[in-house]
Structures are given as structure tokens and as C-alpha cells.
């Protein structure tokens, strides 16, 4: 049956307003073509805002100091310490271990645990705390971070639809009808109300998991960005690949065939026939792994060896010597992944203790475990007898070697490097500070209903106090650009809510619809809405606005009320078209994506999200009497 909609009277537009709605073009506009930082744009709704007067500089600054944003910055911290207590190396090996290593298993594993740890946890937590994981797992697989940082940060806000306690909105729900019901018993005819259970919303949430993850499984070469230009390719940065690149190469892992003579590494002399180097050795049936091979080192049949090389030469080599080339790395994929180990330039020094020396008189790879792979000197990349050169102050030398080798060469050698060096030494004796801090602080949030910014703020005072991380380390380990976006965007959705613009966007929308409307129409629009509203207001922002605007609509059109509060609470999580929500924020940086990255994976999953929702509210909760239409 169709009912008569009334029209309701919508506010004047006030010039407070108009600021509101130009700002918000503004900052899409500016999303969208780049022409500053994400970063930026933050910052110039901070001051764009109480400079003209919308809202007060109190309102303009208080993203700085909203829960969410000291959540992510306490939990960034708790990560790094997680990292430096090698936590984070730990829990990401046993993910490859046990879910592969295709890029396809790797996302389906991060965000099953992520969809699952947000069902109980605020989503921005669950997601904050597996971000290392990822970026780790993505370095040590050399897969591009792009390519999982997405569809794990979408289960994350997915995840949160699977209990009512895992996003504000739901966690709010049953409050805002209980008081919208008291004020209109007479519309209900003295009907009871009956709260939403903790798991009632369940089957929506699942069947919102299973359409994401068939979404990013079927899509994902159309919808997720390539590879992105980053800051090192492979194991080599971008700086020196232009210079030694096409000399030096890339890591190769060959076996040794059965019928090889055992020869030891001096007498192959791979470096002056090939320009090879030798990384590593893979003996006993990989069970020893040698690093940075000394020349005395005796090759037997069945060894795997890591060569670093062009590959003009490693086919010739391969040919000469009948070794086989493997197609990937698969014995020294995590000793030679480029989490874990690449190539550096040093310069040598006139204090250096190199000067006027050979690598060999100091016996150089069996000190340092670090294999040296050119010496850049008057224009000229020497490449073979490398060792045996007289070295000179103002040489550039390359070497590649695992990153936590290197502090120690700076060290001792008094060498300058020309980049800064990529790996950290981890310290496993504070894993159990580490794990004792972030424990706590779920436990104040689980247990004691603590707030998440106090809880994790908590843990995070403790990686401190600890001594997993020095404060200057804490303070390093924050990135501050998500921070600024973060904090630049919540005076916005403050702006919307205190000058009436939200309220008047609704009304227009509601009176353009107007006239006759169904119950299956409404639903369309409450989702329509709430969509909008949950991306350029906080999601509570568009919740407390629209659960009891939806319920009374409901009624007039002779609706279940609480589907339509059901209803507005569920999709306010659908916000992945832009990086406003808190999340997609989060992992912008780290995934190296622009905002058209998140309109184009994230237009198809809004529209995914809200099918679902439509679909499982209108008709699968009426099929099993769990709601009726």
C-alpha cells in the first residue's frame, strides 16, 4: 500500500549554510584533483571554517583532540613498539605461512581477521593494529600494499555490522528508538518497545562480509589501483636504481644441479665472468643458510644460491654452469625479501678505516655479513676485481646485505650513507611489554568500557614507560599527515550539523521525493541518505539525525519502524566512496592512494553494501519473521 508523504517545511538557506555547502564542494574538488595534499585539505577546513565565522575556533580545533584521532595516534605507537619487539615480523611470517603467499590469500586471511576483530572492536582499532602487519607482509612478498590495504580497511567498516557493538552507530541504535518511542507511543498504539539484540544484526553483516569479499575477488584487477611508484622498487631505491640499475640488477635464486663438481666460490669466479655476486647459500637441504658467503665457501650439488645479477648474465651463467633458474624466490623469500634486506650506497670517508685498503686485507664479507656489489669512482661503475681495489676517500660503494647489518658498517667503518637505511633492530627481550601494553588496553575497552582514546592512550604511555620504544621513537612512529586529515575533516561534519545544513539537505530531499511513496521506496531513500550524511557527517552525526526522521516516515507509510532505525544505523557504515571516515584515512598513505582510487573501488562497493542491506532487511528479515515490513 502507498501512503501520502506530508510536505515538510524546510529551513532558509542562511549564509552560514552556504559556506557549509561551498566548503564541502571545495574540499571534494580538491580530493579529486590533487592540487594540494590530503593533508592540506585538512588543514584549510580548519581554518577556513571559524575564519568565516561558521563555527568557533574551539569547534575548528577539536579533531585534534576527538577520540578517534588520539586513538589512531596512540595505537600508531603501540604498532611501532609491537614492530620493535619484533612482534609484528613474527605474526606476519606466520600469516604467510599459513595463508600463502598469492596475493589473493593474503587478502582473504587480513580481512576475515579484521571483519571479525571490528564485530567487537571499534573498527579504526581493529585496522590501526593490523596496518604493520600488511605493509609488512606486502614488503616481504613484494606485493604492492595498494592491493591489500583497501579491501582490508573495507572489512574493517564491514566488520563493524556484524554485532551492535561494532560501530557507534549500532552501539547508539537502541537508545535513539527507545527515546524516539517514548515521544510517540500514540504512533505505535501503546506497542511495547522491544530493543535490538547484540546479534540480530548478524546475518546483514555476514552477507555484507560475503558481498565484499566476492567484490574484491571477482574485481579487483579493475577496481584496486596498480602498482604504485614508491619510494624503493624492489630491494633497490628508485635513486639508485637510475644509476646501477641496469649494471647491478636483481636478486635470482638457482639451484645447483646433481652432477656439478663441488668447486669453492673463489675458483668459480662468478664476479669477473658475470658480474654476479653471490648473496647466499642454501645448504643441506635449505636447512643452513649462509649470508654474504665467504670465497672459501665450497658449493656442492642440490645447494640453492641467491645471486645478484642482470639478467643477461645470470642466463649466460645459467647456461655455462647448467644451474637452474627458479622463477621466484622461494627458499630466501624472507631473508632476502626487501622487508628484510636490499641494496645501500656508502660513501667511504677520509677517516674511514677502508682508505688505502682492499676489502679483502680487511677481510670484509666474513666481518660484516654484507656482500659488496660495485664502487662508483671518477664517473665509472667498476663491477669485477671489486675486491681486490685500493679504496679512496670520496668512493661510492654498493653493497646488499640484510638492513640490520648495516648500523654496525656506519659504526665502525665511519661510512656515509647516501639514504637512510630502511630496517630496524628489533629487540624480542621486550615482546612481552609490548604484548603486556596492548592487552591492557583491550581489556579496558572490552571489560571495563573504557573509552578507546584513554584505553589506548594507556598501552601506549606503557610502550613507553617499558622502554620497547624511547619517546622520540613514539613520536616518529606517528604519521602525522592521516592525523591532519583526520582532525581537518571533523570540523566539517561539526559545521553541517550546528548551522542547520544537514537538516535542510534532508528536508529538500524528502519534499523532491514527496507524494506517494512505498515502503520499499522509503527504504531506498534512508539509505540514499544516510550514505550521504555518513560521509560528510560523523556517522553518530547522521545517525542521531536520521534514525528518528526514518522511523517517523516509516510509520506514515505504514512501515516496521525499527527497520528503519535498523536500517540507518547499518548504513551509516557505508562510507568508502571518499577518505573521510576515519579508516579509509588511515590507510591513504600507506596504500599510496589518491581519493579517485577510493571513488573507483569504493562506488561499486557502496552500491554492493547497500543491494545487501536493501535485500536483507526487505525481504530476508520479513521471510523469517525477524522483522516485518
Known amino acids: 500500500m502507498d501512503w501520502e508523504i506530508a510536505m515538510l517545511v524546510a529551513p532558509p538557506l542562511t549564509t552560514d549554510m552556504l559556506i557549509v555547502l561551498l566548503t564541502l564542494v571545495l574540499v571534494i574538488t580538491l580530493f579529486v584533483l590533487e592540487w594540494v595534499r590530503v593533508d592540506v585539505v585538512g588543514l584549510i577546513v580548519m581554518t577556513l571554517l571559524p575564519l568565516t565565522g561558521v563555527i568557533t575556533a574551539d569547534d575548528a580545533i577539536s579533531g585534534l583532540s576527538s577520540n578517534a584521532v588520539v586513538a589512531i595516534i596512540a595505537v600508531m605507537i603501540i604498532g611501532a613498539g609491537l614492530k620493535k619487539s619484533g612482534i609484528i615480523g613474527d605474526l606476519s611470517h606466520h600469516i604467510v605461512r599459513l595463508a600463502g603467499e598469492t596475493e589473493s590469500r593474503i587478502m582473504i586471511f587480513l580481512t576475515g581477521s579484521v571483519a571479525i576483530i571490528s564485530s567487537f572492536m571499534q573498527n579504526i582499532g581493529a585496522v590501526a593494529l593490523f596496518l604493520p602487519v600488511a605493509t609488512r607482509i606486502s614488503k616481504q612478498l613484494n606485493l604492492p600494499a595498494s592491493r591489500i590495504l583497501m579491501p582490508m580497511g573495507f572489512a574493517g567498516i564491514v566488520g563493524g555490522c556484524l554485532s551492535l557493538v561494532g560501530s557507534s552507530p549500532l552501539i547508539l541504535l537502541n537508545d535513539l528508538m527507545g527515546s524516539w518511542w517514548i515521544h510517540n507511543a500514540a504512533s505505535v498504539a501503546g506497542k511495547a518497545f522491544e530493543p535490538f539484540g547484540l546479534f540480530d544484526v548478524t546475518p546483514v553483516g555476514i552477507a555484507l562480509g560475503m558481498g565484499g569479499f566476492l567484490y574484491f575477488v571477482l574485481l579487483r584487477e579493475y577496481v584496486l589501483p596498480s602498482t604504485k611508484d614508491q619510494e624503493r622498487a624492489g630491494f633497490m631505491s628508485s635513486y639508485l636504481d637510475d644509476i646501477y640499475g641496469k649494471r647491478v640488477g636483481k636478486i635470482f635464486e638457482l639451484v645447483v644441479p646433481e652432477d656439478f663438481t663441488i668447486t669453492s666460490l673463489e675458483e668459480l669466479k662468478l664476479r669477473p665472468l658475470y658480474h654476479t655476486t653471490i648473496a647466499s647459500i642454501a645448504k643441506d637441504n635449505c636447512q643452513r643458510i649462509s649470508l654474504a658467503p665467504a670465497r672459501t665457501e665450497m658449493l656442492r650439488p642440490g645447494d640453492v644460491v641467491g645471486l645478484v645479477s642482470t639478467d643477461e648474465h645470470i642466463q649466460q651463467l645459467a647456461k655455462d654452469l647448467g644451474w637452474i633458474i627458479k622463477e621466484d624466490l622461494e627458499v630466501f623469500r624472507e631473508d632476502l625479501s626487501p622487508e628484510n634486506a636490499g641494496i645501500v650506497e656508502a660513501v667511504v670517508t677520509p677517516h674511514s678505516e677502508l682508505a688505502g685498503k682492499s676489502m679483502r686485507e680487511i677481510h670484509f664479507r666474513s666481518r660484516y655479513q654484507v656482500s659488496p656489489l660495485a664502487i662508483f669512482r671518477d664517473n665509472d661503475v667498476h663491477l669485477s676485481d671489486i675486491s681486490y681495489m685500493k679504496l679512496q676517500h670520496g668512493d661510492a660503494l654498493l653493497f646488499h646485505g640484510q638492513w640490520t647489518k648495516f648500523p654496525l658498517m656506519k659504526d665502525k667503518l665511519h661510512l656515509v650513507f647516501t639514504e637512510d637505511i630502511p630496517g630496524e633492530i628489533t629487540h624480542p627481550e621486550k615482546a612481552k611489554y609490548a604484548i603486556g601494553c596492548l592487552c591492557i588496553s583491550l581489556a579496558m575497552v572490552l571489560g571495563l568500557k573504557i573509552k578507546l582514546c584513554i584505553a589506548f592512550l594507556?598501552?601506549?604511555?606503557?610502550?613507553?614507560?617499558?622502554?620497547?620504544?624511547?619517546?622520540?621513537?613514539?613520536?616518529?612512529?606517528?604519521?602525522?599527515?592521516?592525523?591532519?586529515?583526520?582532525?581537518?575533516?571533523?570540523?566539517?561534519?561539526?559545521?553541517?550539523?550546528?548551522?542547520?545544513?544537514?537538516?535542510?539537505?534532508?528536508?529538500?530531499?524528502?519534499?523532491?521525493?514527496?507524494?506517494?511513496?512505498?515502503?520499499?521506496?522509503?527504504?531506498?531513500?534512508?539509505?540514499?541518505?544516510?550514505?550521504?550524511?555518513?560521509?560528510?557527517?560523523?556517522?553518530?552525526?547522521?545517525?542521531?539525525?536520521?534514525?528518528?526522521?526514518?522511523?517517523?516516515?516509516?510509520?506514515?507509510?505504514?512501515?516496521?519502524?525499527?527497520?528503519?532505525?535498523?536500517l540507518v544505523g547499518i548504513s551509516a557504515s557505508n562510507t568508502f566512496i571518499l577518505p573521510t571516515h576515519q579508516v579509509n584515512a588511515l590507510i591513504m598513505r600507506p596504500g599510496g592512494y589518491s581519493a579517485m582510487d577510493y571513488v573507483r573501488a569504493g562506488t561499486g562497493m557502496t552500491a554492493i553494501f547497500a543491494a545487501v542491506t536493501l535485500g536483507m532487511l526487505y525481504y530476508v528479515y520479513p521471510l523469517f519473521g525477524l522483522l516485518s515490513i
Open 458 to 566: 594507556t598501552g601506549a604511555v606503557g610502550i613507553i614507560l617499558s622502554k620497547v620504544l624511547t619517546a622520540d621513537e613514539a613520536y616518529k612512529s606517528v604519521d602525522w599527515m592521516t592525523i591532519f586529515l583526520l582532525s581537518g575533516l571533523i570540523p566539517l561534519g561539526i559545521a553541517f550539523e550546528k548551522t542547520g545544513a544537514s537538516q535542510y539537505i534532508v528536508i529538500l530531499l524528502m519534499n523532491a521525493v514527496g507524494g506517494t511513496m512505498s515502503p520499499l521506496t522509503l527504504m531506498i531513500l534512508i539509505i540514499a541518505l544516510t550514505t550521504f550524511f555518513t560521509l560528510v557527517v560523523s556517522n553518530v552525526g547522521a545517525a542521531v539525525l536520521l534514525v528518528p526522521l526514518a522511523m517517523n516516515m516509516a510509520i506514515h507509510v505504514g512501515a516496521d519502524p525499527r527497520i528503519a532505525a535498523l
